[in-house]
């Protein structure tokens, strides 16, 4: 496109005259933009505090609300813990009954064998008496009775006899009480194991159901703290909005003195060619890109960040007039640069910030391609976007746009 842009000599007289005329309202228009930079430093300053604030709150939010499904969890374990403790211990209080009566039906077998016993040796007692009697009163004379042999061998065979049966009578029931004592002693033995079994889990019964009440007073805590901790934060994201409110508009009145001033410098015969040229003869990388999430109120990226080192030297994108060139809060050492209304109808700016330092001042004619400054790490530069490099802005009408579209790098 033709490049229409005023001779030096013409330029200069108009530029002159511009500030001639303009000269009483700068120290005004000065004044006004280190008011609306101080609004806005400070309001950026608060938004911050108050975000830094919100998101602490948010941590420590997120922080009860995983110390709520942990114990959540400890709580299922524990129910679950306690529930198969509950059933053992219902199981071993059924094989403690078992054990018990079968204990008992052993202390009363054996109490009956005993019995037994007890009568069957009265019974031989009974008998060894009458023996002894016949023995000794009588007894020779029923022998001298028998009247042959046979009847002399029966009488001492039959007493040969009750005396064997009786000695084998006791020693059979010797024999079963002595069984008997045994298997008493076994049905003890298991009846002391079982209530032993029943006891310790009865006793990890009471120390679980301890733990799952702490568990719940702590649950109960947590829940609370967190009720307190939301209704805080809803309060403080009630704060931070607002004082993202002011700043978005401390940063919009900026941005309307910015436009103010472009259309102060950008006079009826300043054209603009779209003639746009390289802002750096070389860079290490595209840091961050227009759009890109960057904003500290949430919004995207208005520039785009070309890395460099420091002291890289800066050149104008195109002819133009400089409409702005201060140092500002977040764009540190800025300098815009007005180009003019092109053949499309649109008028057209470009911003360089964070600058170490720039060599121009408002009002100077600037060529496409002539150093205006250095790169630097004025301004807020913290964050993704920290170190030495430049903010590039492109703005047509005002209003900003990727300048990867129209210039070069």
């Known amino acids: 496109m033709k490049h229409t842009f005023l001779r030096p000599a013409a330029f200069l007289l108009a530029a002159g005259l511009l500030f001639c005329t303009l000269f009483a309202p700068a120290a005004a228009a000065d004044e006004q933009k280190d008011r609306l930079s101080g609004t806005l430093s400070s309001a950026k300053s608060q938004y911050e505090q108050e975000q830094n604030a919100l998101e602490e709150l ?133 009846a002391r194991q079982a209530e032993n079994a029943r006891a310790a889990l009865e006793s990890r019964q009471i120390e679980l159901t301890e733990t799952q009440n702490q568990l719940a007073q702590a649950l109960q805590q947590a829940n609370e703290t967190l009720s307190e901790q939301q209704a805080a934060a809803l309060a403080q994201a009630a704060v931070t909005e607002q004082a993202k409110a002011a700043y978005q508009q401390a940063s919009a009145a900026l941005d309307a003195y910015a436009r103010a001033q472009s259309r102060k410098y950008t006079t009826p015969d300043l054209h603009c060619s779209l003639d746009f040229g390289p802002v750096l003869q070389s860079y290490t990388a595209i840091t961050c890109r227009f759009g890109a999430p960057d904003a500290i109120d949430g919004s995207g990226h208005n520039g785009t960040d070309l890395a460099a080192p420091g002291g890289t030297p800066i050149y104008a994108a195109a002819d133009g007039v400089v409409s702005l060139a201060a140092a500002r809060p977040s764009y540190g050492n800025v300098v815009q640069l007005s180009h003019g209304t092109a053949d499309d109808g649109h008028r057209y700016d470009t911003l360089y910030a964070h600058m170490q330092s720039f060599c121009v001042s408002a009002g100077s004619v600037v060529s496409k391609g002539q150093l205006i400054g250095y790169v630097g790490n004025t301004g807020d530069v913290r964050g993704k976007n920290g170190g030495y490099h430049l903010h590039l802005e492109l703005r047509i009408d005002g209003v900003r746009t990727d300048a990867l579209r129209m210039i070069p790098v």
């Open 58 to 190: 948010q941590g420590r939010q997120k922080d009860t609300e995983q110390r709520i499904t942990q114990l959540e969890g400890r709580a299922g374990e524990l129910q679950a813990q306690l529930a198969e403790v509950t059933d053992a211990l219902q199981q071993a209080q059924t094989r403690l009954s078992e054990a018990l009566a079968t204990e008992d039906a052993a202390r009363r077998a054996l109490a009956a064998k005993q019995a037994e016993y007890a009568d069957a040796l009265a019974r031989c007692k009974t008998q060894m008496a009458a023996m002894q009697r016949l023995d000794g009163g009588g007894g020779i004379a029923l022998l001298a009775q028998a009247n042959n042999l046979y009847q002399l061998l029966s009488f001492a065979s039959v007493l040969r006899q009750m005396s064997a049966k009786n000695s084998a009578v006791l020693s059979e029931l010797d024999e079963q009480t002595t069984a008997l004592v045994r298997q008493q002693q076994q049905a003890e033995d298991a």
